[in-house]
């Protein structure tokens, strides 16, 4: 069975969506808050945190109709524009298709979070000693940022392709 090009859209969001959704209900129910415990030693560990900013916490200390028009209002608009040019554009390639539906879905989860409980479960944190550190992150984040990478990618072959036949 062949799924609709829509259907595959939604089939995509909603699985980045749930994901992420399923591991902040394991965190927030087996991961004492404002802890930190060893996954991999130092280099990932595990957290429990609430963040009420958006990335690495900014925007935190906006006052309440700042943070519900930037945290919120914004996000829902450009999620909902992102979702409407992807179903209407028919020329985008796999890999930006994949991408934008990994930002759609990672969006939606932390908006969902910021509506349902104030703030964004964030718990995991990657320090490789200095040459690589992140913030205390979480899946949505991470389906964020895999998106980007797939857009960024998806650029360049195509840019790559166009210098070729020119």
Not at 25 to 43: F, K, M, T
Not at 46 to 61: C, K, P, Q
Not at 101 to 125: E, K, P, Q, W
């Amino acid at each position: 069975m062949k799924l609709s090009r829509t259907a595959f859209i939604m089939v995509l969001i909603v699985f980045n969506i749930a994901i992420d959704q399923i591991s902040k209900v394991i965190v927030r129910a087996q991961v004492i808050p404002g802890s930190e415990s060893e996954i991999l030693g130092d280099y990932l560990t595990l957290h429990n945190v609430e963040n009420t900013g958006a990335f690495l916490g900014m925007g935190s200390d906006f006052n309440p109709t700042l943070r519900l028009i930037l945290l919120l209002i914004l996000p829902i608009s450009v999620l909902g524009y992102v979702l409407y040019y992807i179903i209407k554009n028919k020329t985008l390639d796999r890999l930006s298709l994949i991408g934008f539906c990994c930002i759609i879905g990672g969006g939606i989860a932390n908006v969902y979070d910021r509506i349902m409980y104030g703030s964004v479960t964030d718990f995991l944190h990657i320090d490789l000693g200095g040459v690589f550190r992140t913030g205390i992150f979480n899946v949505a984040d991470m389906s964020v940022m895999l998106g980007m990478g797939l857009l960024l990618y998806s650029n360049f072959k195509t840019n790559k392709k166009e210098k070729a036949s020119n």
